[in-house]
């Protein structure tokens, strides 16, 4: 079955960066787009950007442009997103889904904290 | 950017109740609107994809309806595990765009 499994929580100063995996297995990696969407404390669910790690291209929301990076390993099966000059209201559970949405990971707690 | 205005943000209602939860799109999105449940400290779960297709396994109570610019999600009989949050989601562009999602609970 499809899964995707996500690296644990991390806690990170203002101004640092992080860097999330999400590992694939089940399917075919490479013929599925990745999506990442985080979630802050107590507020709804935000669209980040996407990879299609068949050829590496990427789409980002517009106010992640410049400070997010979606990556992809194709020989593990794996997709990262890095999210540069981190402040507070980064603080969230980042989750990566597959395709269409119908498989999600289990979430990131990423704290950003001084 | 496409933005999504989802409406009510939150509601009480009763179990038995019909809900209806309503989502705008700033311009026409055709048919591309999913829609998603969410409980509390869970990861969120998709119901409908897209605008009236129901995910397999999901109770025919969630019925999904709309093009264009307006949707709807009903629960035609809202039952006590139907109590979390829902979202809409536009996949017509990119970027994707949420909902700002609906709470309902119990009355």
């Known amino acids: 079955q499809v899964q995707l499994v996500q690296s644990g929580a991390e806690v990170k100063k203002p ?17 599925f787009y990745i999506h990442w969407v985080r979630q802050a404390p107590g507020q709804g669910l935000e669209w980040m950007g996407r990879i299609y790690p068949n050829s590496g291209d ?20 794996t997709a990262y997103m890095e999210l540069n000059r ?10 990566c889904a597959r395709g269409d949405l119908a498989d999600w990971g289990q979430g990131t707690l990423v704290t950003v904290s001084s | 950017d496409i933005q ?6 939150a509601m009480s209602a009763s179990v038995g109740d019909r809900v209806t939860i309503t989502c705008r799109a700033s ?5 591309y609107l999913a829609w998603f449940q969410q409980k509390p400290g869970k990861v969120p779960k998709r119901l409908i994809y897209p605008s009236s297709s129901l995910q397999s396994g999901v109770p025919s109570r969630f019925s999904g309806s709309g093009s ?27 970027p994707q765009s949420f909902g700002q999602g609906t709470k309902v609970e119990i009355k």
Request: proline share 2%; hydrophobic share 25%; net charge negative.
């Open chain 1, 15 to 31: 101004g640092a960066s992080v860097k999330v995996s999400c590992k694939a297995s089940g399917y075919t990696f490479t013929g």
């Open chain 1, 58 to 77: 990427t789409n980002y929301a517009l106010r992640f442009q410049g400070r997010v990076t979606v990556t992809r390993d194709t020989s593990i099966s």
């Open chain 2, 68 to 94: 264009g610019t307006e949707f709807t999600l009903t629960i035609s009989s809202l039952q006590p595990e139907d109590f979390a949050s829902y979202y809409c989601l536009q996949y017509n562009n990119y």
């Open chain 2, 27 to 31: 311009q026409g999105i055709g048919n």
């Open chain 1, 86 to 95: 981190l402040t507070s209201d980064d603080t969230a559970v980042y989750y």
């Open chain 2, 4 to 9: 999504m205005t989802q409406s009510p943000s």
